[in-house]
């Protein structure tokens, strides 16, 4: 019965992963390039600390769809092991998939702990709210993390799984291998970031509430109102994301030790899945935009089809030959 389930399993995943999993990939690309385009095309975002650290986050999300749900989709989905073959390109996935998951994540807590601060009734903490600094920041915090997830590529190699007899890659320092299980995959990665988000997204919220009593200029209270919406809506998407992969990554650390075979073929197969899930994560920020914030929507319509179809046709009037007179 365990074998036939297992069996069961190994057949359904891969199909999921492939017919969810590029639906997927195609979503989360154009709607990230679309982010970047309202985001940099217009002044108010671009003056805008909270939607600066937005538009790292979906710049991130964009390299990390290709370097980490596109590979995943390959391996796990399609089933070609060529991309396990190279060891060099089994540490840099890693440590690249690393990368691009803890700043994205940095980001979206950057950007609520910033609306926190632009909506305090205390004028002090204006100050933190510029441009300038935001990127300060987050080139601080990129360089940090680029330097602390080295461990990434020294310790993952090339392993022979006990399961498949197929080399794999793997963690191959016992101690490293508990860390990444429990502090990294755990703590750093899901409940960390979600209770920041969580916390500083609903006092945003509950700032933003009174925030029509102030003596502010309109257009900075309208801007105030519309990117803490962006936020906080992306905070309670984000839960339902992180949270399956929070229990089995949870309980994989508890009692994998204690699985026997079958188990852990059903196990990983559970994993898998919840990563897939996981990667929801970078897909959903721009359509999450475009539903609540009205100005979003405008500047998308504006850039799509006035900007854009204004170049296009001067190219086009510029390309015309015009006959000559004799």
């Not at 897939?276 to 721009?286: E, I, M, P, Q, S």
Request: hydrophobic letters at 50%.
């Amino acid at each position: 019965m365990c074998d036939s389930t297992a069996a069961l399993l190994s057949m359904i995943a891969p199909l999921v992963t492939i017919y969810l999993g590029f639906p997927m990939l195609f979503l989360g690309f154009v709607g990230n390039l679309l982010t970047l385009l309202v985001f940099l095309s217009l002044e108010t975002f671009r003056q805008s600390s909270c939607a600066f650290y937005l538009t790292m986050a979906s710049f991130i999300n964009t390299f990390h769809l290709f370097t980490g749900l596109l590979t995943f989709i390959v391996i796990n989905g399609i089933g070609d092991s060529w991309l396990n073959a190279s060891l060099i390109y089994c540490k840099f996935r890693q440590y690249f998939t690393q990368v691009c998951i803890m700043t994205s994540m940095s980001c979206m807590c950057l950007a609520t702990i910033d609306q926190f601060l632009a909506t305090q009734s205390n004028v002090r903490w204006y100050r933190f709210n510029n441009v300038k600094l935001a990127r300060y920041i987050f080139l601080g915090l990129l360089l940090c993390l680029v330097f602390l997830l080295v461990p990434y590529l020294i310790f993952y190699n090339h392993i022979i799984s006990a399961s498949t007899g197929k080399v794999v890659c793997a963690i191959t320092n016992a101690i490293f291998s508990k860390y990444n299980d429990f502090a990294q995959s755990l703590f750093v990665l899901i409940i960390i970031p979600m209770f920041i988000m969580t916390v500083f997204g609903l006092l945003a919220y509950r700032n933003v509430q009174n925030i029509s009593y102030r003596t502010i200029p309109l257009v900075r209270r309208e801007l105030e109102k519309q990117l803490t919406s962006m936020v906080l809506v992306q905070v309670f998407y984000n839960v339902p994301v992180m949270t399956p992969m929070l229990i089995a990554t949870f309980y994989n650390g508890v009692a994998g030790s204690t699985l026997n075979a079958c188990d852990r073929i059903k196990m990983g197969i559970t994993i898998n899945l919840c990563i897939l899930w996981y990667y929801l994560f970078a897909v959903g920020a721009f359509y999450i935009y475009i539903s609540v914030s009205k100005r979003f929507r405008q500047q998308l319509i504006y850039v799509l089809f006035n900007m854009l179809w204004e170049q296009f046709r001067r190219r086009f009037k510029h390309n015309l030959v015009e006959p000559q007179k004799q």
